[in-house]
């Protein structure tokens, strides 16, 4: 009995490695081939160009005359030329926009590029676009915006009807498109055909989305489909282009809604147990609008900024989706252009040369002491290949021996995604001055995690996996050495350009004024907030009568508590008499893009007082915040 039970556990033993050897399972949710090569782009280019462009605006009514829109010298290929010099390798277009205006002559409305006066109303610019993409060697992707507040049927199946056939011309009339963008703005204060009034509708089913996927997927099935529950990329909470330190490539789509409140911490991070493959994108604004403000040419991102961003996009595992909004001649600013030329330079020089290229690799473990599996295709530049470990491993780690000691601050991981993302929590050590130091430690990898630390010099890397969903797989590892001019210091946010000077101004609020000083002070860095019970206004004495042109309002970015989203303001002679605002609105988007608010008036006014009233608190707060406030 002793000698059959021995062979038999013999016989077992023999079969687990003959198994390990023969396969490696990918997780249940994994990354398809198509999706790989997506993310591989890592650098996508969005283009906010419409009518906001002319009329100064984030989010327009819908009420703006197809006049307004002339772009004197618009140049396409600039664009394309420009994004292609800055290292992207798509760009998509704002065919429509919230208020409606289309890009392209529809056939289905009048709120249109056809009743411009740009090219005597017979230019179509989305061709432009996909024509100058194609050309240049980028690939074309259009936004559609699902909200429209021109449109008299909104809120209505009629509108949907509308909105489904607009989607058919773009996906029919201009070549392979290669991504779809839907946003979750929806429903809210609009022109709608002439009747001013808010539409609410329910972003769980007013819009048809398996239906609009469908056809998707029909009429361009190269295209990747955009939406905060993909089915192909998502948004990843925040317009700050900003993943979360932890991310995970997987969701449960099922528990997102396009357009739904309370799900950017989820989306962010990702979730680890989800049951599909949907990549993060990580959506930013060159400059703090998404459209053009000439107010805004002095706070372009710089590189160093641009650069600071990849690092925590791609290098936490998404795509970095970069806005280069036009002016109003059709063009790219020189800032901008610089700006980006000068980002695709640092991170050229900094990974132009992979220390660890070909390095010897040694591992605690090879999965079933298979050379298929070895730990020397860390290093072997093959995405294709991978070192993994046997089942039932606790930990893992391997070590890359460079053949001289060289000196190097940053770290990349790649995981083979085509089998799903598995590790969980890893750190990173060097060997210097005869022990191990730790470099970094982090979470999750994906395609590609890129670590930054203090300069080192060693010849001799660890790479300890504590834990992880399976067997642990690492396809890529390099050792770089950072571009001096990635260094280089952002420019100041302290000042505001053609900010009115401060001095003698006073100012008093009707809650409690203990320290309201601070709205007025200067500091970008320093919150005032104060509970109310009344709908918030503050009053401003200027000490003089002085002419106004417009004001600024800056919002607090870690969180939405007392944020203000609708305004009036007020200018008077004696603090007395108010009359009506000079200026009522709303603070488009502020609640994903809380930036400096610049507000122009539509002509100058003269005054001794400004008064500002919170119409609105965003997320009806019981609180008011306001880091900043000036006049121009």
């Known amino acids: 009995m002793k000698k059959i039970f021995f062979i038999c556990f013999t016989t077992f033993c023999i079969s687990v490695v003959d198994a390990q050897k023969m396969s490696f399972v990918p997780n249940p949710v994994s990354a398809s081939k198509s999706m790989l090569d997506y993310q591989s782009m890592e650098l996508v280019g969005f283009v906010h160009f419409n009518m906001n462009t002319f009329t100064d605006k984030e989010w327009g009514y819908g009420d703006e005359s197809e006049t307004t829109f002339n772009p004197a010298n618009l140049d396409v290929e600039q664009w394309v030329k420009a994004a292609k010099a800055g290292g992207l390798k798509e760009l998509i277009l704002t065919a429509k926009h919230h208020d409606g205006f289309c890009l392209w002559p529809t056939k289905y409305g009048e709120h249109s590029v056809k009743n411009s006066p740009y090219k005597n109303g017979k230019g179509d610019i989305v061709k432009e676009f996909t024509d100058a993409c194609r050309k240049y060697g980028i690939k074309p992707g259009l936004y559609l915006s699902p909200w429209d507040r021109n449109h008299a049927k909104y809120g209505t199946a009629e509108y949907i009807t509308y909105y489904k056939n607009q989607l058919a011309e773009l996906l029919t009339n201009y070549g392979t498109i290669y991504e779809i963008w839907f946003d979750g703005a929806n429903g809210g204060d609009g022109y709608y055909g002439g009747a001013r009034e808010k539409r609410t509708i329910d972003s769980k089913t007013y819009y048809p989305w398996a239906e609009i996927n469908s056809t998707i997927r029909k009429l361009q099935p ?44 989820y989306l962010n991070k990702g979730d ?39 690092y925590k996009s791609v290098g936490r595992n998404a795509i970095f989706l970069l806005n280069i909004p036009p002016n109003r001649d059709g063009l790219f600013e020189k800032e901008d252009v610089a700006s980006l030329k000068e980002f695709k330079s640092i991170l050229d020089e900094t990974f132009a040369v992979n220390f660890a290229a070909n390095a010897k690799v040694t591992a605690s473990n090879t999965r079933g002491n298979d050379a298929a599996y070895s730990a020397k295709n860390i290093t072997d530049n093959n995405s294709q ?59 999750t990898i994906g395609n590609k995690r890129l670590l930054r630390f203090d ?24 050792v770089y050495k950072s571009s001096a001019r990635e260094i280089a210091k952002a420019k100041s946010n302290k000042s505001v350009p053609g900010d009115m000077d401060k001095t003698g101004w006073k100012i008093s ?83 994903n893009n809380p930036v400096l608010q610049m507000i122009r008036l539509n002509k100058p006014v003269n005054g001794k007082f400004v008064k500002l009233v919170a119409d609105k608190i965003l997320d009806e707060a019981k609180s008011v915040s306001i880091i900043e406030f000036g006049l121009f």
């Open 455 to 478: 300069a080192v010099v060693s010849n001799k890397i660890r790479v300890q996996i504590d834990e992880f969903n399976n067997a642990p797989a690492i396809s890529g590892f390099g």
């Open 272 to 310: 680890a147990n989800g049951k599909n493959w949907i990549v993060g994108q990580c959506d930013v604004s060159i400059r703090p609008g998404w459209f053009f403000h000439a107010t805004e040419n002095e706070r372009v991102k710089t590189p160093a900024q641009l650069v600071d961003l990849y």
């Open 222 to 265: 190269a295209a990747k489909i955009f939406s905060d529950a993909g089915p192909d990329i998502h948004w990843i909470g925040n317009e700050n282009g900003i993943a979360g330190e932890t991310f995970w490539s997987t969701i449960n789509a099922a528990q997102v809604t396009v357009g739904g409140a309370g799900q950017g911490a």
């Open 385 to 443: 290949s991978f070192w993994t470990v046997d089942d039932g491993q606790k930990t893992a780690s391997f070590e890359v021996e460079l053949p001289a000691a060289k000196q190097f601050d940053r770290i990349m991981l790649q995981e083979p995604i085509l089998y799903g993302q598995r590790i969980s929590k890893f750190e990173v050590q060097a060997f210097v001055n005869k022990e191990w130091k730790t470099l970094a430690s982090a979470t």
């Open 509 to 591: 609020t009707n809650v409690s004024n203990d320290k309201a000083a601070m709205i007025i002070d200067g500091d970008l860095f320093n919150i005032w907030r104060e509970n109310i019970t009344n709908p918030f206004f503050m009053t401003i004495d200027l000490g003089k009568q002085k002419t106004v042109s417009g004001f600024y309002y800056v919002p607090r970015t870690d969180k939405h508590l007392g944020t203000i989203e609708k305004y009036s303001l007020y200018v008077s002679t004696d603090g007395q008499n108010w009359g009506e605002p000079v200026s009522k609105g709303e603070f488009a988007n502020i609640a």
